[in-house]
């Protein structure tokens, strides 16, 4: 498979790892039991993709690269009731801009639906499915437990004739959803539940956004996702540990179709992540129930929202090939993505001066209306990023926390008194502070050494600080939008009580930040580091004079210290 183009222009590369699945691809191929590798990725349309999925998308994709196969994108589309076209669109959007392209083999199990319902038929007609006129609350009460065996259905022994008669009449829509159903013979006395008569096909009114209203029954996903491998000569069909226990029908399946090849099931364990739900249903309610802005909410551990928050496909596929893949399940710590999202997030982003809570500071002895310019580098480790002009004058604004009245004994940045370095400029002192009627300062009278220019001391006397600033006559007025975790446990427990573990400071949106005026570009979506606060990039929310940023980031692992107070 060639590298994949992403809508940034990054390709995916193909690096090799290695894992127990890499391993077992590699025995085949050298054993010649497969000539190519064929993997495909199967999300169903219900959602957005998340990180979670990224792991998969990754490694089926990643597969196909590294040793030359090929790897589907196949929408299991088998339940009308819960798919939608915006669910579609959204994911064959994301997969691309996680770098990767399934080229022509773009597939969904509904195109194989007529194919689908032969082969039940086939299963009818070999004495191996029936029609169950049972219940859905009978059928599960019947299915028996992990002690319990379960109880043959009273329809279970119906003839082969009538089966097939009430299931073209199931086709055909003469009944009600929910009246019948068809099941596989299996074993209602298995250890495996799932081979206890497992459904096949379920009535469902409903369009479905490929077929529309062609079919009145639509198969399970068990009856569909092997067979689809089959259809589509997948070599190597992997899937999450939840699988390990389907995989005895998912053979059951294949040996007794005529299918045209034969697959495998492979399982491996899913991506769990510190502070963050990735179930579908939980996110889902996120979004329908208003807790977030939508699916593509900076807060949301989609990709939609990774996107808008800043993060740069790399740094997931770094991230993902750093975690690895295994077949126990375990917890993974945030901190370790946001550590890939630095690592790329510093090589690439160029360095800006913003202030985000500003506090006003006035030169007295700068005099009124000059300005100059000073050069200011735009990536400290990269000469070839060169550099920009920012505008200095008399009226200045920098952070309202780089100031204290009354400074504790660990505070080396400007007081009264004290001598700090403006980030590329010069140094100042302050020398009286202005305060509100709440006593808030409001103002800093500083002067100036016009010696110091470019940062340093003609006599050597050094200063304990550097500080961020911009001028106030130059500086593009902004919103920033401060992301916290969603939610307050490492491990959130999430059911019914989702609002309970819900962090209430998750967003903190700042409405007076100033930004040097070369952020003020309208459409540079490139990320930037805003100097000494963290990793920033553009919301599509920015207005024309009125550019939004969201973090997507913090300069350190702040995370360990206070979860609640940090971001990735
Ligand atoms: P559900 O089936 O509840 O709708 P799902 O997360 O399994 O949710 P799918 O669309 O079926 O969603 O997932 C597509 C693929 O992504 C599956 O192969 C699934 O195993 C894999 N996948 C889903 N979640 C994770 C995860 N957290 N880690 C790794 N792979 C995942
Ligand atoms: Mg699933």
Request: hydrophobic share 35%.
């Amino acid at each position: 498979m060639a590298k994949a183009e992403t809508a940034d222009g990054e390709a995916a590369p193909a690096e090799a790892g290695r894992d127990f699945i890499r391993d077992i691809v590699k025995r085949d191929l050298d054993s010649g039991r497969i000539k190519e590798v064929v993997t495909r990725f199967p999300p169903e349309p219900n959602g957005y993709l998340h990180i979670g999925h990224a792991k998969s998308i990754c490694l089926n994709f990643g597969l196909a690269q590294e040793f030359g196969g090929r790897c589907h994108l196949r929408f299991d589309d088998t339940n009308p009731a819960k798919e939608e076209q915006e669910y579609i669109d959204a994911i064959e959007r994301d997969v691309r801009w996680l770098g990767f392209d399934w080229g022509s083999h773009l597939h969904h199990a509904s195109d194989y639906f007529e194919q689908l319902y032969a082969w039940a038929e086939d299963l009818i007609q070999a004495g191996l499915a029936y029609v169950d006129d049972q219940s859905q609350e009978e059928i599960r009460t019947n299915r028996g437990t992990l002690t319990e065996p379960g109880r043959n259905s009273p329809f279970r022994n119906r003839s082969m004739e009538e089966n097939l008669d009430l299931f073209r009449r199931m086709r055909a829509g003469e009944f009600p959803n929910g009246a019948r159903v068809l099941r596989a013979k299996i074993d209602m006395a298995s250890g495996n539940i799932n081979l206890r008569d497992p459904v096949l096909y379920r009535i469902i009114h409903a369009a479905h956004p490929r077929t529309g209203t062609a079919w009145k029954i639509y198969p399970s996903y068990d009856f569909a996702h092997g067979q689809s491998d089959a259809i589509e000569h997948v070599t190597h069909s992997i899937c999450t540990l939840e699988f390990e226990d389907h995989r005895p029908l998912y053979d059951w399946f294949i040996q007794h179709l005529k299918v045209p090849s034969e697959p495998h099931q492979y399982e491996f364990a899913r991506l769990n992540l510190s502070y963050t739900v990735l179930s579908k249903r939980a996110l889902t309610r996120l979004v329908q129930e208003g807790h977030v802005s939508g699916w593509d909410d900076p807060r949301m551990p989609t990709l939609a929202g990774l996107r808008r928050r800043g993060v740069p496909p790399e740094a997931i596929r770094d991230f993902i090939r750093r975690i690895g893949v295994a077949k126990a399940n375990s917890l993974v710590d945030v901190s370790m993505f946001e550590f890939s999202i630095r690592e790329i997030l510093n090589r690439r982003a160029r360095r800006r001066m913003a202030v985000l809570r500003p506090l006003k500071v006035i030169i007295e002895n700068y005099p009124e209306g000059q300005v100059e310019e000073l050069d200011a580098a735009n990536h400290p480790d990269d000469a070839l990023a060169g550099t920009r002009k920012i505008a200095f004058g008399r009226e200045l604004c920098i952070e309202r926390d780089d100031f204290m009245e009354n400074p504790s004994k660990k505070f080396f940045r400007l007081s009264p008194g004290t001598e700090v370095r403006l980030r590329y400029a010069y140094f100042i002192t302050c020398r009286e502070v202005k305060k509100n009627t709440t006593g808030e300062p409001v103002e800093l009278r500083c002067t100036y050494d016009p010696a110091t220019k470019g940062g340093s001391a003609p006599d050597g006397r050094k200063v304990k600080a550097t500080i961020h600033w911009v001028s106030a006559a130059h500086a593009v007025p902004a919103e920033v939008r401060i992301y916290n975790p969603l939610f307050t446990e490492p491990e959130p427990s999430v059911g019914d009580d989702l609002e309970a573990h819900l962090n209430p400071n998750s967003i903190e949106v700042l409405r007076d930040a100033r930004l040097e005026p070369a952020l003020g570009a309208d459409d540079d979506l490139a990320p930037v580091q805003f100097e000494r606060q963290g990793y920033f990039c553009r919301d599509p929310d920015s207005a024309p004079g009125r550019p939004v940023f969201n973090r997507t980031i913090g300069l350190r692992d702040t995370f360990a210290k206070d979860a609640s107070k940090a971001g990735p």
